[in-house]
Antibody, heavy 122, light 110 residues
Framework: QVTLKESGPALVKPTQTLTLTCSFS??????????VSWIRQPPGKALEWLAR???????FYSTSLKTRLTISKDTSKNQVVITMTNVEPVDTATYYC??????????????WGRGTPVIVSS | SYVLTQPPSVSVAPGTTARIPCGGS??????VHWYQKKSGLAPVLVIY???DRPSGIAERFSGSNSGNTATLTISRVEAGDEADYYC?????????????FGEGTKLTVL
């Protein structure tokens, strides 16, 4: 059974750095077209993809947020970590960790974690 | 960057068919994926590669993609289908590959 679970602070102050961890099981970051992505959803708004990391450690970032994001992996622990610098209240959202499927260069998300809510406020 | 356009809402009666469009320039040349998002729950993949259903998703869910519009169709709609639905593509048209989501459509079952 594939599961993903997000963890991290529920509240961060503006200008701080947000660090979230995704712990997953039931699959591995190995060659085969599966990797891990982070996606968020601000209250009342649409889904927004943030970043993806593959088995080789190749990183992919949202064009609009790439200067503030870093994604990394610890294969031995089956964990993926994302950091977002200089957070603002508009970064308030539920953050989801997902398994990404990559087929013929096309990406979609077949299993999602429950999400972790993050509030940015002083 | 590539833009996906969805109507904010669609309303149907139980037992009828709901069609949720997702518009994009020449979208038929792209693969479209659909997610169901119920309040308080994580999104669920309901259609991938235009019209493939993951295991566990009811046959009532189907998809199509032609011209400038992809469509998620839900037949024999049930109260439990009430949710927000998002379309998604992987956009490699620019300098930088990106995931694009539509703005979402709220399906209301009357």
């Amino acid at each position: 059974q594939v599961t993903l679970k997000e963890s991290g602070p529920a509240l961060v102050k503006p200008t701080q750095t947000l660090t979230l961890t995704c712990s997953f099981s039931g699959f591995s970051l190995t060659p085969g077209g599966m990797d891990v992505s982070w996606i968020r959803q601000p209250p009342g708004k649409a889904l927004e993809w943030l970043a993806r990391i593959d088995w080789r450690g190749t990183e992919f970032y949202s064009t609009s947020l790439k200067t503030r994001l870093t994604i990394s992996k610890d294969t031995s622990k089956n964990q993926v970590v994302i950091t977002m610098t200089n957070v603002e209240p508009v970064d308030t959202a539920t953050y989801y960790c997902t398994r990404s499927i990559v087929l013929a260069g096309i990406v979609y998300f077949d299993v999602w974690g429950r999400g972790t809510p993050v509030i940015v406020s002083s | 960057s590539y833009v996906l356009t969805q109507p904010p809402s669609v309303s149907v009666a139980p037992g009828t068919t709901a069609r949720i469009p997702c518009g994009g320039s020449a979208i038929a040349g792209r693969s479209v994926h659909w997610y169901q998002k119920k309040s308080g729950l994580a999104p669920v993949l309901v259609i991938y590669f235009d019209n493939d259903r993951p295991s566990g998703i009811a046959e009532r869910f189907s998809g199509s993609n032609s011209g400038n519009t992809a469509t998620l169709t839900i037949s024999r709609v049930e109260a439990g289908d009430e949710a927000d639905y998002y379309c998604q593509v992987w956009d490699t048209s620019g300098d930088h590959p990106d995931v694009v989501f539509g703005e979402g459509t709220k399906l209301t079952v009357l």
